[in-house]
C-alpha cells in the first residue's frame, strides 16, 4: 500500500517536473518612477497613461512616466531520453551492485530457535569428572 502512495507520488512529481523545464512564460512589470505597479504573467498589460504635469498655468507637459520590463523564460525543446549506451561497464556494475546491497540491507535473518531458552539448567550437586577422575581429551 505505502510502496503503491510513493511510486503515485513520484510519478507525479516527475510530471510536473517535466511539464515546468518544458513550458516557456513572459513576466511583464511596469514601473512608474521606480515604483512596481503592476505584474502580469502569460498575458499583456494595458497601455500606460501618460500624466499632465503643468509647468506654468499656460504651458503643460505630458510627462511619460511608465517603464516596462519583459522578462521571457523559455523552456527546453529537446527531451533527451538516455540510453544504456550512455554509460560505461564499470558504472553499470557499481550502480547494479549498489541496488544489490541496498535491496539486501533491511533483509534480516531468519531467527533461530532455542529449545532450551526457557528452562533452567540442572542442579549440580557433585562434580562427577572430578570424584571418578575421568576428564575428556
Given at each position: 500500500?505505502i510502496k503503491q502512495i510513493l511510486?503515485?507520488?513520484?510519478?507525479?512529481?516527475?510530471?510536473?517536473?517535466?511539464?515546468?523545464?518544458?513550458?516557456?512564460?513572459?513576466?511583464?512589470?511596469?514601473?512608474?518612477?521606480?515604483?512596481?505597479?503592476?505584474?502580469?504573467?502569460?498575458?499583456?498589460?494595458?497601455?500606460?497613461?501618460?500624466?499632465?504635469?503643468?509647468?506654468?498655468?499656460?504651458?503643460?507637459?505630458?510627462?511619460?512616466?511608465?517603464?516596462?520590463?519583459?522578462?521571457?523564460?523559455?523552456?527546453?525543446?529537446t527531451i533527451k531520453n538516455p540510453?544504456?549506451?550512455?554509460?560505461?561497464?564499470?558504472?553499470?556494475?557499481?550502480?547494479?551492485?549498489?541496488?544489490?546491497?541496498?535491496?539486501?540491507?533491511?533483509?534480516?535473518?531468519?531467527?533461530q530457535i532455542t529449545l532450551f531458552?526457557?528452562?533452567?539448567?540442572?542442579?549440580?550437586?557433585?562434580?562427577?569428572?572430578?570424584?571418578?577422575?575421568?576428564?575428556?581429551?
Amino acid at each position: 500500500m505505502i510502496k503503491q502512495i510513493l511510486h503515485q507520488t513520484c510519478s507525479i512529481a516527475l510530471t510536473i517536473l517535466m511539464l515546468i523545464t518544458t513550458a516557456s512564460f513572459t513576466v511583464q512589470k511596469r514601473y512608474c518612477h521606480d515604483d512596481l505597479i503592476g505584474v502580469t504573467v502569460f498575458s499583456h498589460m494595458d497601455e500606460c497613461n501618460e500624466k499632465t504635469v503643468g509647468v506654468t498655468s499656460s504651458h503643460s507637459e505630458r510627462v511619460k512616466c511608465c517603464k516596462d520590463e519583459i522578462d521571457f523564460f523559455k523552456g527546453q525543446d529537446t527531451i533527451k531520453n538516455p540510453s544504456d549506451n550512455d554509460y560505461q561497464y564499470v558504472q553499470k556494475l557499481v550502480v547494479t551492485a549498489f541496488v544489490y546491497v541496498y535491496e539486501n540491507l533491511f533483509t534480516s535473518l531468519p531467527q533461530q530457535i532455542t529449545l532450551f531458552r526457557d528452562y533452567a539448567p540442572p542442579d549440580i550437586i557433585l562434580d562427577r569428572q572430578a570424584l571418578h577422575q575421568v576428564f575428556l581429551i
